[in-house]
């Protein structure tokens, strides 16, 4: 993509989620047609909130690490997003439902950094990473579909979106994480007391530290790179479930703490 086009995208997808409003099919000229386009548009989209008020990026959500959420979303490899300062939330929270067009909630596994993962030492792996890793947690991602139809939307297009990322729950982290079976590890959501559903750690890339790894090396693509105090979500063992007021949402993970989200 030209800068040209990429300024244009990322314009238009900013005003969009300043706005809260359905996003329409991006003009031919300023769509992404590659995952790479798509992040450099997503760049750019995220430095012009930050400039418009937003706040700064402090973690990562990785997107489809999962099969069940390949298969719900018909979207084969992994995608990336950033999270800001002011969509991050601590063990339990109270949001408006009005405040977003379409919410959804999905269960994931964090980390927390404690080191960079410098670019320059590619390629990361699975053990590699984990010396970098401070502490583990359970997460929820909140997503928020703001488009005409997301199943009809190109991949690219909803990479730049920040792959549908509203705002992240973190527990507690657990420095103790090395003790745990990080893929043996179940995770679960309940929404009213009920469960929706369960997975284990295995689900994400075989362990859940192969998404991490992902990450690094991916971001070392553009000369970016996962730097110490920042958080990565892994991706979500069960399917996105779609939320309405009133709603509570609980995540635990085994080991890892519980996190929840009050809809009103």
């Known amino acids: 993509m030209t800068p040209a086009a990429v300024n244009r995208a990322a314009k238009i997808i900013a005003v969009n989620r300043r706005g809260r409003i359905r996003l329409q099919p991006l003009p031919e000229r300023s769509r992404p047609a590659t995952p790479d386009d798509a992040y450099t548009v997503q760049a750019r989209m995220n430095e012009m909130l930050t400039a418009g008020g937003l706040g700064e ?12 959420m390949q298969q719900y979303m018909n979207i084969h490899e992994p995608a990336y997003g950033e999270v800001f300062q002011p969509t991050l939330y601590r063990n339990q929270v109270t949001l408006r439902h009005a405040d977003y067009v379409e919410p959804g909630v999905e269960a994931e596994i964090a980390v927390e950094l404690a080191a960079d993962l410098p670019a320059g030492d590619r390629p990361w792996t699975r053990d590699s990473v984990a010396d970098a890793v401070g502490g583990a947690m359970a997460s929820i991602e909140l997503v928020d579909a703001r488009y005409a139809d997301f ?26 994480w090395r003790a745990l079976d ?3 590890v179940t995770g679960r959501m309940r929404v009213n007391g009920g469960i929706i559903g369960e997975g284990a750690g295995e689900l994400i890339m075989g362990h859940p530290l192969e998404a991490l790894a ?47 989200i009050k809809f009103d």
Do not use: M, Y
């Open 57 to 68: 990026t402090v973690g990562w959500k990785i997107g489809c690490t999962t099969p069940v």
């Open 214 to 260: 992902w990450l690094a090396n991916r971001l070392g693509d553009f000369g970016r790179h996962l730097k110490a105090g920042e958080f990565v979500t892994l991706g979500s063992v069960v399917p996105t479930q779609w939320v309405t007021r009133g709603d509570l949402v609980e995540v635990d993970v085994d080991g890892l703490g519980k996190v929840s």
């Open 151 to 176: 199943r009809k939307f190109d991949t690219p297009t909803l990479v730049t979106d920040n792959f549908f990322n509203a705002a992240v729950v973190l527990a507690d982290a657990n420095p103790d």
């Open 182 to 184: 990080l893929a043996g």
